[in-house]
Nanobody, 126 residues
């Protein structure tokens, strides 16, 4: 499996913002569906957001629509997740991952990912 590296997590108050970064050095992210999933204590993994390989179209979990924005930077081979109006329920470890089909519909199954990072902790608390 190829490696992804996340950064940008931290502690933020409810209503605040954070931006997560996902970088790859051994493969080109453009060829994959790249997205984020999160894991909170005692909860199932949840696909949060994804960007399709072919046309850059995006998809989001209902729980984050209107608050999170995923984007990619081809020059820097990086994918970002801008998170606004954060809520305590957004707390968890966020993982960047890539699916070789290039399609978000397969990414969101979270069961055959080709690469993932080590995770970055996001804590939303007052």
């Amino acid at each position: 499996h190829f490696q992804l590296v996340e950064s940008g997590g931290g502690l933020v108050q409810p209503g605040g913002s954070l931006k997560l970064f996902c970088a790859a050095s051994e493969f080109v992210l453009d060829y994959y569906a790249v997205g984020w999933f999160r894991q909170a204590p005692g909860k199932e993994r949840e696909g949060v957001s994804c960007i399709n390989s072919s046309d850059g179209s995006t998809d989001y979990a209902d729980s984050v629509k209107g608050r999170f924005t995923i984007s990619r930077d081809k020059t820097n081979n990086t994918v970002y997740l801008q998170m606004n109006n954060l809520k305590p329920d957004d707390t968890g470890v966020y993982y960047c991952a890539a699916d070789g089909t290039g399609l978000c519909e397969f990414f969101f199954r979270l069961n055959a990912l080709d690469a993932r990072g080590q995770g970055t902790l996001v804590t939303v608390s007052s």
